[in-house]
C-alpha cells in the first residue's frame, strides 16, 4: 500500500510532522521502517524523512562524546575516537546493514536487535528527543522504559561519557551464527573503579527482557568492591534477578535465565 | 497518490523514472528499470540477495526508500561485466565453483566487489566479514570465500 513520504530540510519540521500524525514514522536507515512496509504494515501511512545535516553529526571534541541520530554504524567504526564503541557497532548485521543502520533507530529496535543500545544503557547515555513540545534530554533508561510512546518523537543525538579506560567498558553479543547473527544476549559493562575499587557500576542486558535493562543486583554486588573473583561470582550468583526474557527461535526463556551468569562472569572475567 | 519523480545514474546509464509514496530500490529496479540482477530474498534484511553498491557502499536496495537514491550512483551485478567480458569476481565465481542454485550470488558479488574495492587483497577473515550479510543455503560458503580470495590482487591470500 502506497505511503506518504514527506522529506524535509530541517529536523524542526521533520519533528512537528511526526508529532502531528499517529500514522508517521520517521525513516532513518531504512532497516526497521522499511522492513515495516515490506511485511505490509498498514500502521504507517505517512514516512517522515529530514535531510537536516545536523543529525548526522559527531562530536569527539571533550570527555563526552555526542552522536547524531542518524549516524550508522560503519560511520562509527572509521571514527578512531569512539573506539570503545567499536565493539557493539561491529556485532550490528553485516556491512550493508551497517552502512544503513543508525543509532538512533537502534534505540527502536527490539529484541533480538538493538544490541548498540546494550552498550548506551550500560555507559548512562543521554537521549535527546525533539517533541511536539519541544526539545529535551533524557536519560536513556527513561527512553526505554517509555519507548512505545516515543514513536511520534524525533532522536536527535545520543550523548555519553567516555570510559576513564579501556578496560572500564566492556561489550559482549552472545550469537548463535557468527560473525553476523541475532542476539541470544548481549551484555555490557561499565566498571569505574577508584582506588581499585568499583564505584558506579552499570551492567547492561539485551534479549533478557522487553527492552534492553539493567542488573541492577549484579550492578550491588559488585559495589565498593575490586573486581576479584568473589565479586564476580557474588554478581554472576544474581544476572537473573528482575530479568525477563522471553522464547525465540535463537534460545527459551529458561536458556537465556540459566547462560546469563555464565556469560556475565566471563565478561567481568575478562575471558574470551 | 501522487508519484514521484526520481533520476540516478544506474550502472554507468542515467534514468529516470517516478515511484509511488514507500516504494522500494530493489522493486524499482526491478519492476520499472527491468534490471532483474538484484534478488528479493527475505524483505527484512537478513539474506543479502538485493545487495547493491549507492555510491560505492554496499547497501539492500530492499530496505532503501527508492526516492533517497536521487542524484546518487547505484551499481548492480548487471553492470559488472564489461561487455562480453566477465568482471575477475565472476570467472573466480565461475571457476572455483561459487555458485549452485544462483540465487545469492549477485548480492555474493556486490558484496565482495564492496570489499576488493577498498581492500585489494583482503585475508580470509575479512572475506568472511565482507560476506557475513549473505546468505547461502547451497555451497556451505567456501567454494565463495575461495573465489573472493582467487579474485583478489594476484589471487594471493594474506592467510
Known sequence: MPVTVKTFASFGEAASALSSDRGARYLGGGTLVMRALNEGDISISTVVRATDQALTRIDVASSRVTIGAGVTFARILAERELAFLHAPARSIGGPAVRNMGTVGGNLFASSPYGDFTVALLALDATVSVQGGLGARDMPIEEFLQSRERQSGALVLAVSCQRPASADAFRYRKIARIKPKGGSVITLAAHLPSSGGRISGARIALGSMAATQIRARAAERALEGRSLDDAAINAAAAVAAEGVSPTDNALGSAWYRREIVGVHLRRLLSGLE | ?159
Open chain 2, 1 to 159: 497518490m501522487t508519484k514521484t519523480p526520481l533520476q540516478f545514474r544506474h550502472n554507468g546509464r542515467d534514468v529516470a523514472l517516478f515511484v509511488d509514496g514507500g516504494v522500494n530500490l530493489l522493486v524499482a529496479l526491478r519492476e520499472l528499470i527491468g534490471d532483474m540482477t538484484p534478488k528479493f530474498g527475505c524483505g527484512q534484511g537478513g539474506c543479502g540477495a538485493c545487495g547493491v553498491l549507492i555510491d560505492g557502499e554496499l547497501h539492500l536496495s530492499c530496505l532503501t526508500l527508492a526516492e533517497t537514491v536521487n542524484g546518487r550512483t547505484v551499481e548492480t551485478l548487471d553492470g559488472l561485466k564489461d561487455g562480453p567480458n566477465l568482471h575477475p569476481l565472476q570467472r573466480a565465481f565461475m571457476e572455483q565453483f561459487a555458485a549452485q542454485c544462483g540465487y545469492c550470488t549477485p548480492g555474493m558479488l556486490m558484496a565482495a566487489k564492496a570489499l576488493l574495492d577498498r581492500n585489494p587483497s583482503p585475508t580470509r577473515a575479512e572475506v568472511i566479514e565482507a560476506i557475513s550479510g549473505n546468505i547461502c543455503r547451497c555451497t556451505g560458503y567456501e567454494p565463495i570465500i575461495n573465489a573472493v580470495l582467487a579474485a583478489a590482487t594476484g589471487g594471493r591470500a594474506r592467510a
